[in-house]
């Protein structure tokens, strides 16, 4: 899986192209701290190229919103789709994530 | 690889000859080496002179029994007057007995017998003879034993017999006794060397872990330091084991402090704590020498470093910054109450950022804590700055056609009165600046919501067909007065999407309304479009000034207007691609550019499509 990351601004935006499932939802956890852990926790996870997440994905979101919530935050979450959404709705987890709409919104919710 | 060298140093002198746990061994090994050659020395001695003198004994009471015996057999035989026999007797005794000499004397000394045949100088005995023979005497000279006998031949005379002999020196001489003496203590020697080897195998180590625990009692508590070499044997690998376990359990105790001194902060500050670690400002408390007491979550964060790291370390390891640590100090041990605030740029190299550290003092009776509050800033200085350009962009921007209405109104007002041509010339220019400063007001207040998520989508049915129409009647005269070769070209059939349609059709109208202003005349325009499954595209190619890779994604960006000749010879907000591209984005869709300076561009407008219609 690819996985892309831009900054706008201070912030990083991390798009992952791709179902965030089995090997490479632990690829993509790694990439995601280091780039976390290099903008100072200025991160924006932008989903809109991600189509499904499958269990392994939902457990590496977890372990990252934890990792984000020690310095007080929460892992934010842009442009899921609907299938995601829901997923992460059932699962009960949604309410760990913030949710914006897009990339410009959740960039600029760290002003 | 651990190398073998000296648990304590020493001087050199000292360790020029003896290795280390050496000079135990040696001055053990040098006393009994010494006791034992003289014990040995004195014992030979004495041996020897007890020998000497039994034997010396010996001799004089053999050559007394000798002398008797020959007398007795000599007055005998001179009796008899056989004297031949005598002589042969005394000659085989002198033989027989190792004599130095034997001899039969006359008074008046002449030797009638002798065991050396050629000392006899009287052949033929006289039949008497007088004088009065010597008397018994024994003398012993050195280890001379000599015997004087007296003889009574019967109506001959009176003569003596002389025997004298040399005590043997036993079973040694003094030669064998040296020798024996110096093969004996050569031997000794080796034997001792022998014994020195093994004891100082042995001993090495012990002397080494003595050292070390000299070492130790004067203080020395590197482990590298009283560690012995593991060559020296059971003695060494055991003492290296005892330091190695006395540095774990040192280790643990640390670590159980460490961690009872945590928990304990854990636990003292209970919800307290808890929601300092909520607060997404970094939160810090160091006392007076600067030892981190307490460290929150996004302090971690912000720092860089594991939190458990931080806690309890020194925070000069972690802050470099003089201008931020010399507040800290002072908050925490001076007099001051006042808070300082010090924004910090962090290096490119660690990440780069701005973090801006509120410094204060806590006040405790026993002692002086300084709390840091440490604020990622970096963002809000990145809009400020952005802000900032915008708004200089945007003065810029609205001054030139302000200045060309106050110009042309002045015009108007000055000359145009008395001359209508003037006038409405002033008018027109007036009314195209006009427009063109609603058309800029315009873009800005659409960039504005757009950032500001107030930016409303109508939905509408898009017909493309229609726009694509619609814009090649707006732009035809354009191209044809610029002698542009603008072409259309499009599949018999366009699909309809929901969406913004004005939106949408500025986005276009932006996209080749550029193409047709930055391209010279003579030029192409293609604007063609395609469908698939999925989404729409339109391909807007022209033979224009082009644009370089490294601005291919800033001419998106708000103001930003190309480093190109042609490029500033045109007006123009900058305001277009960035609102196009916002627009098509909200869309869900994408604008992306493919260019090379002076060959041309291809801006490539996609739009998903949300809903097909015939």
Known sequence: MKVLAQQYGAVAVIKPDGPLAATDAEDFKEQFLQVLRENLGRVVLDASSVPVVDSKGLETLVELTNEIAQSGQALKLCAANRTVREVLELTGISAQFEHFEDVNSAVRSFL | ?614
């Open chain 2, 1 to 614: 690889m651990r190398t073998e060298r000296p648990v304590v140093k020493k001087p050199a002198s000292r360790q020029r000859l003896l290795m280390r746990g050496e000079r135990l061994v040696a001055f053990v090994g040098i006393m009994v080496a010494g006791v034992f050659l003289s014990a040995m020395a004195g014992s030979l001695w004495w041996a020897l002179q007890a020998q000497r003198r039994v034997s010396q004994a010996a001799n004089v009471e053999k050559v007394r029994v000798i002398g008797e015996s020959l007398a007795r057999t000599a007055e005998t035989l001179l009796t008899a007057n056989e004297v031949s026999t005598l002589r042969a007797v005394i000659a085989e005794a002198g033989v027989k007995y190792n004599l130095d000499s034997c001899r039969i004397v006359l008074p008046n000394g002449q030797v009638i017998a002798d065991a050396d045949p050629l000392r006899i100088n009287l052949l033929k005995v006289p039949s008497r003879w007088s004088g009065a023979a010597e008397t018994y005497a024994e003398s012993s000279a050195g280890k001379k034993t000599s015997v004087r006998c007296p003889l009574v031949i019967q109506r001959r005379g009176q003569a003596h017999l002389e025997i004298s002999a040399t005590t043997a020196s036993g079973l040694l001489t003094d030669l064998e006794a040296q020798s024996g003496l110096g093969v004996i203590g050569a031997l000794s020697l080796i034997a001792l060397l022998l014994v020195y080897r093994h004891c100082r195998v042995r001993l090495r180590a012990i002397g080494a872990v003595r050292q070390a625990l000299l070492a130790a009692s004067a203080g020395e508590k590197a482990l590298g330091a009283l560690e012995v070499s593991p060559k020296f044997g059971p003695e060494a690998a055991a003492w290296n084991r005892i330091l190695t376990e006395k540095k774990e359990l040192t280790e643990q105790i640390v670590l159980a402090r460490a961690k009872e001194s945590l928990q304990s902060g854990h636990a003292a500050s209970g919800e307290v704590g808890a929601a300092c670690d909520a607060l997404p400002h970094g939160l810090i408390l160091v006392d007076a020498n600067k030892r981190v007491k307490y460290v929150n979550g996004a302090a971690a964060v912000l720092l860089q470093a594991q939190r458990d790291k931080i806690m309890g370390a020194d925070l000069t390891e972690f802050i470099h910054d003089e201008r931020i640590l010399e507040p800290i100090q002072r908050a925490a041990a001076g007099p001051t109450h006042k808070r300082t605030i010090i924004e910090h740029e962090r290096d490119a190299s660690a990440g780069g950022g701005v973090l801006r550290y509120v410094i204060r003092p806590v006040r405790r009776e026993d002692s002086g804590v300084a709390m840091i509050i440490i604020e990622d800033i970096t963002q809000q200085r990145v809009a400020e700055k952005a802000r900032n350009e915008f708004l200089a962009q945007a003065a810029h921007e609205l001054r030139t056609p302000l200045s060309n209405i106050r110009l042309y109104v002045e015009t108007a007002l000055e000359e145009g009165l008395n001359d209508p041509a003037t006038q409405a010339k002033c008018f027109n220019v007036i009314n195209e600046e006009s427009g063109r400063l609603e058309r800029i007001v315009s873009d800005i207040l659409s960039v504005s919501e757009v950032e500001a998520g107030a930016f409303d989508l109508k939905n509408d049915d898009v017909r493309f067909q229609e726009i694509l129409s619609q814009l090649q009647a707006d732009y035809g005269p354009q191209a044809k007065e610029k002698r542009i070769e603008f072409t259309f070209q499009s599949p018999p059939k366009l699909p309809v999407m929901h969406g913004d349609r004005d939106k949408i059709t500025l986005a276009l109208h932006n996209l080749i309304g550029n193409a047709l202003k930055y391209t010279p005349e003579g030029g192409q325009v293609t604007v063609s479009a395609s469908v698939d499954q999925s989404q729409i595209a339109f391909d807007v190619t022209d033979t224009g000034i082009g644009v370089s890779s490294e601005e291919t994604e800033k001419i998106f960006e708000k103001f930003y207007r190309a480093h190109n000749g042609r490029a500033a010879c045109e007006t123009g907000s900058g305001l277009g691609l960035a609102l196009a591209r916002e627009v098509v984005r909200l869309h869900g869709g994408d604008i992306t550019v493919q260019s090379e300076p002076n060959q041309g561009s291809t801006f490539t407008l996609t739009l998903p499509i949300i809903q097909e219609a015939a």
